[in-house]
Nanobody
Framework: QVQLVESGGGLVQAGASLRLSCAAS????????MAWFRQAPGKEREFVAN????????KNADSVKGRFAISRDNVKNTVNLQMNSLKPEDSATYYC????????????????WGQGTPVTVSS
């Protein structure tokens, strides 16, 4: 199993940047595919980005391409989400998630979750 703790959320103005971090504890962090999801009030949880076990291959949702970048450090057991050019529609609680197997990027397929960190972008 892996335990996940997010940090770095906050209140920023449109156009600003934030860097979210997720610290993982437990065994074999490098064997997990890591992802960030977000959920705004009244909306379903949506995929933001993921990164493969080696940290080489990443995937971003269309809504954040060119603005967000996911990275990981398998020595420090962390995964980060650099968010640039933030928009009010990026406001949500951001969750770090992990899964051991490949497959679609559905939230249901990620068994491990952090508690979330809120991000609010004012216009």
């Amino acid at each position: 199993q892996v335990q996940l703790v997010e940090s770095g959320g906050g209140l920023v103005q449109a156009g600003a940047s934030l860097r979210l971090s997720c610290a993982a504890s437990g065994r074999s962090f490098s064997t997990y595919i890591m992802a960030w999801f977000r959920q705004a009030p009244g909306k379903e949880r949506e995929f933001v980005a993921n990164i493969d076990r080696s940290g080489i291959t990443t995937k971003n949702a269309d809504s954040v391409k060119g603005r967000f970048a996911i990275s990981r450090d398998n020595v420090k057991n962390t995964v980060n989400l650099q968010m640039n050019s933030l928009k009010p529609e990026d406001s949500a609680t951001y969750y770090c998630a992990a899964k051991a197997r490949g497959g679609p990027d559905s939230a249901e397929l990620y068994p491990y979750w952090g508690q979330g960190t809120p991000v609010t972008v004012s216009s």
